[in-house]
């Protein structure tokens, strides 16, 4: 059974930190991108950041490029969004996520989910 399971989300005031975790299992994702995506209050649902299975490639979203950091322990299964200078309007829950191919940007194709963690960030 695949699994990812999100930790690390709460409440943290502007300009805070915060890092997530996402530990995958139940398959083997050497082919897939692992991914960020965050759905804000009300709105739909986006792509943040992405990294291969390897952990040569990443990708980031402009509105977080430069804040946010994805980066994986290939020992573990486990990879992390470290975000930094947090503003209200990275309030969303935020999702791990694993694609085989396709777009980053398109959030109806990845193929495994996880249940998602609030981050709410205080202005």
């Known amino acids: 059974q695949v699994q990812l399971v999100e930790s690390g989300g709460g409440l943290v005031q502007s300009g805070g930190s915060l890092r997530l975790s996402c530990a995958a299992s139940?398959?083997?994702?050497?082919?897939?991108?692992m991914a960020w995506l965050r759905q804000p209050p009300g709105k739909d649902r986006e792509f943040v950041a992405a990294i291969s299975w390897s952990g040569s490639s990443t990708n980031y979203a402009d509105s977080v490029k430069g804040r946010f950091t994805i980066s994986k322990d290939n020992a573990e299964n486990t990879f992390y969004l470290q975000m930094n200078s947090l503003k209200p309007e990275d309030t969303a829950v935020y999702h791990c996520?694993?694609?085989?191919?396709?777009?980053?940007?398109?959030?109806?194709?990845?193929?495994?989910w996880g249940q998602g963690t609030q981050v709410t960030v205080s202005s």
């Open positions: 139940g398959r083997t994702f050497s082919n897939y991108r």
């Open positions: 996520a694993a694609r085989y191919f396709g777009s980053l940007y398109d959030t109806s194709g990845y193929n495994y």
